[in-house]
Nanobody, 127 residues
């Protein structure tokens, strides 16, 4: 089993920055990749960014490219999401998720491929 705990959410004005962190514990050696997703009220959960732990390859949703940066620290078993130039439409609960399988991680844009999820952290961007 893997446990994921997100932190770093909060309230920020438009144009500001936040840094989210996801701390993994348990069988972290089984993690192949980690993704960040978000869910706004009344909307479906959507992909934000992902990183593979072995190669460090990153992917981003078009809506956050150039503003968000995902990174991982394998020695500390953490994954961070640096969010700059925040917009009100970025307001959502942000979730960290981990996938064990390299084969399914090829579909990392879909929440269904992930095996473990954190409890989420609220990000609110005021206009």
């Amino acid at each position: 089993q893997v446990q994921l705990v997100e932190s770093g959410g909060g309230l920020v004005q438009a144009g500001g920055s936040l840094r989210l962190s996801c701390a993994a514990s348990g069988r972290t050696g089984s993690i192949y990749g980690t993704g960040w997703f978000r869910q706004a009220p009344g909307k479906e959960r959507e992909f934000v960014a992902a990183v593979s732990w072995s190669h460090g390859r990153t992917d981003y949703a078009d809506s956050v490219k150039g503003r968000f940066t995902i990174s991982r620290d394998n020695t500390k078993n953490t994954v961070a999401l640096q969010m700059n130039s925040l917009k009100p439409e970025d307001t959502a609960v942000y979730y960290c998720a981990a996938d064990r399988d390299p084969a399914t991680f090829s579909s990392r844009y879909y929440s269904s491929v992930y095996d473990y999820w954190g409890q989420g952290t609220q990000v609110t961007v005021s206009s």
